[in-house]
Structure formats: C-alpha cells, structure tokens
C-alpha cells in the first residue's frame, strides 16, 4: 500500500536543505540538542498515539538518528511502555549530541542484532535515517531483515534505513515500515519510487524549525496537493459562455480511436467548453456517434491542420493518443507550433520522434507545450541519468516544455525550475487508457485557462483523486465520468 502525506507545507527538501534549515534554525537560537530531543519526543508520541503500551525495540544507529532512537526510548519509558535498546556500536563510543541524549536511556544497551527483533511488538527503525551513505550490509542488514520477517509493524525515525534521501532508491535493503516520522518537510526520498513501498504512512512532525529559514533556502520542490495551489481553477460564472471555456483541438486516429474518443471524453468533463475532433474521414461516423457534445471534422488529406486552427479561439491542441508513429503527425505537430498553440503533446506523437528528438526539442522551444512521457518514452526521448526530479527538471530546461514524468511517483517540471511531486496515484491507474485520459484533462484546463504547469498539476491530481474513488475494477472510460464529483470537491474547497 502506498503512503499517506500530511505535511505543513507545500514544501519538499532535498537531504542538504535539510541539513541547511536545521542549521539555521541553530542560528536563530535553537540548538541542535534541542532540535534532537524534539524529533524523538514527536516520534514517540506518534506512536504512543498509534498504539497501546507493549513491547517496543528501538534499534538506535551511530550517529544523529540513533541519538533520535534514543530520546524515542527514553520518551516511551517515561509513559510507561516495556521498551529495549540495541545499539549498533557500543554506546560509549558514541559523540556529540547523540552520546548526550544516550543518557537519558537510564535502561540496558544491547549490541544490535537479529536476535533482539524477539518478542518485540513494535519496531523502531533509527539505525540510519537519511544518514546513509553505501549499502546497507552487516548485522545492520541482518537485525532489519529480522524485523521485516517479524510481521511487526516498523517505525522509521525519518526515513527507512536502506532508502536515499534525494532520489527515493533502494541502497541494498530496506524494511517495510508501518509508517516513518520526519520532520519539519518532507524529503525528495519520501514520495519517490520505490521508496514509497517501505515508507507506509509519512508523519511530518514539527520541531520548531521557523518557517523563515524557508526563504534563505528558497526550495524549488513542491508536494502536489490543493491546499498549497497558489492559483485558481478558471470555474465558470454566471456571465461565462462556453468560448469562454477554452476550445480544445484533438488529433484522431483512425485505428486508435478508443484513446482519441478518451481524451476527448475527459477534456469536456474536466471543463473545456468545446472540444474538436480532427479524425482521419475513414473514422468520421465512430467519433460523430460516439458523443454527440463533440465536434468532428475530416483531417484533410495533405494533413494540413493550420486551416482547422485559423479560429484563435481554438487555443489549445492535444496530439499524440492513439497516433500513429510516423511523418504526417511530426507534421502536424509542427503546424500548431508554428501557429503558437498551446500543444499538448503524447504517446504516438513523442514517439515519432524517437529517431531525431532534437526535432521535437527545436518545436517545442520558445513555444508553450506539454510532453506526457512515461519512462519508456523519456528514456528514447532524453538522454539522461540521475534521479526521477534532476532528469525531469533537466529535460523541461533542454526541450523548453512542461515535461510530465509519468508513473506512480508523477514528477512535473517546468522549465523555469519548478517540480511538483504528485503522490495520490492509485495502483488502479495502472490500466489501458489511463494516460490518454490523463493528457486530456491536461489539454481541457489549458483550454479554460489555466498555465501548462499548473494545469498539469491540478489535472494528474485529479486523475489520481478519480482512481481512488472508483478503486478496483477501473477501466479508462470510468475516470472521466468521475471528474465531477472530484472537481466539485475542489469547488467546496475554494
């Protein structure tokens, strides 16, 4: 199951702004002892809340997040739960802050391993947090491979020990956490994949840091969520017409027709006053009866589209669900280019590039255009390497675009250095369909108004928020049918 997000702010950090708030905050009077005793005193009342008094483990590392382990144990203790203590090294060799927090453990220190997993009921993971380095391996590994084997639910003390902070990987082995307890904001590691396998539910705690220290680290990170859009959703009134809402220009296919006619479907339901289909004239009577709000006119055979987009209030264009691979869809999409349409541009349409992307790269800079890439198409489109954000973010810098990459952990980048971090896609997404539903609904808030990158962040969220509402057994088709319902949640939210 993938985890829950609580956070206080929009704001996501890397590993070292992390480390940079924290030592701002010391700057303004906190200390970093203090700042440990808060985060151990938050994780233990996590779980005294959770759960219950019985017997807890608490596997402490060697350096800040052991010393966290520490106050955790000591806090239980003091409300009086059953509570052992192992430590990785020996205590004495501790320093700093931890080995000061250490002693406030007035119990037995025990030296790590698995054998200490017996006969716990609950299992605290503070071996290494964000703290580690290479590959989890030793009686490290062996304990946590105990404790995954225990069934036991697992607290992580900020993050899973076996998970990179900034990129969300796996560094050897990490345990399956009921949930893991951070602080301040969440890191880069606690909404990629495939760390949200282990992670469980995410509890971001606050330990006093002061939310200025925000301002000198200016992160450029954000967690997708509607209570931190700092923009409005274009909702009609009661003066609003339905040009007013945006014109939609959608390329057909003629073999695909189901993913045209899905796009389509969900550009009107998200909101987009007309939508038109450009369908190939063999498939003219399949999208013509398929729904009768849309517009359909034949593709011309030289596929001149400019003549179909002559109208200025036909702002925005959708290519690529169901297209064919090949010249006549590079073709038109160098047409809404050069007419300066706010293109959406997907699957059958990024392909077509696969073989000269600098094509597609010469289009879409300078002009306004969402690419919808899963890994598969990114990976032919950009070569790149790193990390889902620093590849995402490189590649809406390189190809001047809003560049949505796609998949559990969705990451949306703007070319003026802007990510947003989508968490609330559902496994039932996971189904034929999903995507061109999805370009769609990015397509249709264009349309109405809305930036490339804000419209994407509000469309993959809502298409998240329409897979959870209808959970197993989704099909594509169900999702725009769903929109209402989601859409009016955020209207109650404004």
Not at 270 to 292: E, K, M, N, R, W
Request: aromatic share 6%; charged share 20%.
């Amino acid at each position: 199951m993938l985890e829950k997000l609580s956070t206080p702010g929009p704001e996501i950090l890397s590993v070292g702004e992390m480390i940079r708030a924290e030592q701002l905050a010391i700057g303004t009077g906190f200390t970093s002892l203090s700042l440990m005793e808060k985060a151990g005193n938050a994780v233990a009342e996590h779980i005294h809340n959770q759960w219950s008094p019985r017997e807890t483990v608490v596997l402490c590392g060697p350096g800040n997040n052991g010393g966290d382990g520490f106050v955790t144990a000591a806090a239980l203790a003091r409300r009086g739960w059953p509570v052992r203590v192992c430590c990785l090294v020996d205590s004495s060799s501790l320093f700093g802050d931890a080995k000061e927090v250490s002693a406030t453990w007035l119990g037995e220190v025990s030296p790590m391993g698995p054998e200490m997993i017996s006969g716990a009921e609950i299992i605290i993971d503070a071996i290494f947090g964000a703290g580690l380095s290479r590959p989890i391996s030793g009686v490290a590994l062996k304990t946590l491979e105990a404790a995954n084997r225990s069934g036991k639910p697992i607290v992580a003390v900020d993050l899973p020990s076996g998970i990179d902070g900034d990129t969300g990987e796996l560094m050897g082995f990490a345990a399956s956490c009921h949930s893991t307890v951070t602080f301040f904001r969440p890191k880069r590691g606690h909404l990629l994949m495939p760390a949200r396998r282990y992670i469980g539910e995410t509890i971001v705690k606050d330990i006093g840091i002061p939310e200025e220290v925000l301002e000198e680290i200016s992160p450029k990170t954000f967690v997708n969520q509607p209570e931190y859009w700092e923009f409005e959703i274009p909702w009609p009134n009661l003066s609003t017409h339905k040009f007013g809402r945006g014109h939609l220009v959608v390329v057909g296919s003629d073999k695909m027709t189901g993913a045209t006619r899905l796009a389509a479907r969900a550009a009107m339901r998200i909101g987009a006053g007309l939508v038109t289909v450009l369908s190939p004239p063999s498939a003219v009577p399949i999208y013509s009866l398929d729904d009768p709000v849309l517009i359909v006119k034949p593709l011309r055979e030289d596929f001149n589209v400019s003549r179909d987009i002559d109208d200025k209030r036909k702002n925005t264009a959708l290519i690529g669900p169901g297209a064919t691979i090949d010249e006549p869809t590079k073709f038109m999409l160098g047409q809404f280019m050069a007419e300066n349409v706010t293109t959406v541009i997907d699957g059958g349409a990024l392909s077509s590039f696969e073989d000269k992307p600098d094509e597609l790269f010469e289009m879409t800079r300078g002009n306004k255009a969402v690419m919808t890439p899963h890994e598969g198409e990114f990976s032919r489109l950009f070569n790149l390497k790193g990390d889902k954000i620093t590849r995402a973010a490189k590649a809406a810098v390189h190809s001047g675009a809003v560049v949505l990459l796609k998949g559990a952990d969705s990451v949306i980048a703007s070319p003026d250095g802007r990510i947003c971090l989508n968490n609330n896609g559902p496994s039932w997404l996971a189904t034929a369909g999903s995507g061109d539903v999805l370009a769609g609904a990015i397509a249709g808030l264009i349309a109405m108004g809305l930036p490339e990158f804000e419209a994407t962040c509000v469309a993959v969220w809502v298409h998240g928020a329409a897979g959870s509402e209808f959970g197993p057994g989704l099909i594509a088709s169900d999702l725009p049918e769903l929109f209402p319902k989601v859409l009016t949640d955020l209207y109650c939210l404004r």
